[in-house]
């Protein structure tokens, strides 16, 4: 299945500017996640507008970093184009961007930004770290229709076909890998849907207890993200390796999560002890918004200075009223008693 990843482009003086269903597609994961995350804020007890103010320089900074991670990858696999020509890292269109870039740009902005405004770290890292999995999995849709993040070939009924424009260089020998009966493995469908399995565990397990510890669910989602891109980088041949090995760069800093969230989980259970976790808080500390109040209009006042002609009427005004007589106060008269003592002989 051929679809035309252009939804449409237009000129804008010099510029061509282009809407790509790979673009809307990520962009409405990211909304998706946004969405949820800010409900889980909301269930934890804090104010989920805070989240829509937080996310939006990890955002920013998310995309450089994803940017940013992509060419270091590339470059490390040997592919020399963007030493070659620098400028091709920032110059429109630009294709080609890594989650995992993303994720940790966009975390440490994040947790930045919590930190300078007082807010509590582990409950909005709890409420976004899960989200993220399910975000992914929607942008995962975009890469099908990119024809990109397949497999190595595979004789499974679930195999899909790669245009002859699409295919790596491993398998651009058409001879050898017919488009008409070649099939590879989907393995952005498989991430997506071990990802939709994953976030949805998450969301059970922290949810059925009621005393839900910090960090819990970030523990959990480093597990699970960690483990499944270590499982999926078998399937990704398009990623550089180390050496000779079936090692790739990516594989390594995925084991790396998966081992720090085990780490993380056995001591938030009280099965191990870390030095850098001995205050570890068992509660979330919700941030106390004061209620805004509107401070009451001022009064005019008016100095009685005869130069100033903007105030005359209203200090003629004044000066009437102030000398105006004042309704006197009936008085009245106490009727007086006289009571007699008894004297006692």
Known sequence: MDINPVIFSFKLFTWTVTLTWYGLIVMSGVLVGAWFAEREVRRRGENGETLIDA???????????????????????????FIDDPMSIIRPPIAGLHFFGGLLFGAIALVFYLKRNGYDVWLFLDAVAPVTLLGQAVGRLGNYI??????????????????????????????QFPVETTRFHPTFAYEMILNILAFLFI?????????????TAVSLWLICAGFIRVFIEFFRPDQPRIGDSFVSY???????MGVTGVILFLARNGKIQIAALE????????????NKTTPLPRKRQFVEDESDMDNQEEIKETKRKSTAKK???KKTTAKKTTVKRKTTK
């Open 250 to 256: 990516t594989m390594v800093v995925a084991f790396l």
């Open 146 to 175: 990119n024809q990109e993040l397949y497999g190595p070939p595979t004789t499974l009924p679930w195999g899909i076909p790669i245009g002859a424009g699409h295919r790596l260089p491993a398998y651009a020998d058409l001879t």
């Open 55 to 81: 996310m939006i320089w990890p955002v920013v900074i998310g995309i450089l970093g994803a940017r940013l991670w992509y060419v270091a990858n590339a470059t490390l696999g040997g592919n020399t184009s």
């Open 327 to 329: 309704p006197v106060a």
């Open 279 to 290: 205050n570890w808080s068992e509660k979330y500390q919700v941030k106390k918004v004061e």
């Open 203 to 215: 969301i059970w397990y922290v949810r059925k207890d009621e005393n839900e510890k910090p960090g």
